[in-house]
């Protein structure tokens, strides 16, 4: 979990090729689902362009084919969901209904100015159409004000780890493995 531009997507990543897992992201499930030529897609689409979050009802259907595949048997590395207790509490409720549970929650954190300024320069990168300066503004909006709570819901549990998410792409995964071998 963090804010955008905290580089949640190139960590999972990482992370779960470390661990050999599958890496399930929101966003990714987002996009496809915003292509997609159906009621579904065109719904998800008028929010994603917005900068708001997808209606649970649509991505929490899509991504629980992810987590109850086969795939994600021995587990999975969750990127960018859930964002809030409204999507916390079915997230968790499904897994101990299928005999998983969470176990660790990482953090990267990563003041705002920076995170904009990554955004910015990852438009022109990467071309991304859903990184305009109002869909940024916009869901960091939304990440302060909804976020904040499941991560004290998660460090209440004992599984919320937090890392500086500053420092260069090597740097932070340096931060998370030592802080995931840690407390593991």
């Not at 890496?23 to 009621?39: F, H, M, T, V, Y």
């Not at 990127?79 to 079915?90: F, S, V």
């Not at 995964?173 to 407390?183: H, M, S, T, W």
Request: net charge negative; charged share 30%; no cysteine.
């Amino acid at each position: 979990m963090g804010p955008q531009g905290s580089g949640k997507s190139t960590q999972a990543d990482l992370l779960a090729k470390k661990l050999n897992l599958l890496r399930i992201s929101s966003g990714d499930i987002a996009r496809q689902l915003i292509n997609e030529d159906s009621e579904e897609g065109r719904k998800a689409w008028e929010y994603y362009n917005r900068g708001e979050l997808i209606p649970d009802e649509i991505l929490f259907a899509r991504l629980k084919q992810y987590f109850l595949s086969p795939q994600a048997a021995n587990g999975f590395v969750l990127d960018g969901y859930p964002r809030n207790m409204e999507q916390a509490i079915p997230f968790e409720e499904m897994l101990k209904n299928n005999g998983k549970r969470m176990d660790k929650v990482i953090l990267i954190n990563l003041p705002d100015e920076v995170g904009i300024q990554r955004m910015m320069s990852r438009i022109s990168k990467e071309n991304r159409s859903d990184d305009t300066p109002e869909a940024i503004k916009t869901r960091l909006g939304i990440y302060h004000q909804q976020t904040q709570p499941i991560l004290d819901y998660y460090r209440r549990q004992g599984i919320l780890s937090e890392v500086d998410g500053s420092g260069t792409i090597p740097e932070v995964a340096a931060l998370i493995d030592k802080n995931f071998d840690d407390k593991n």
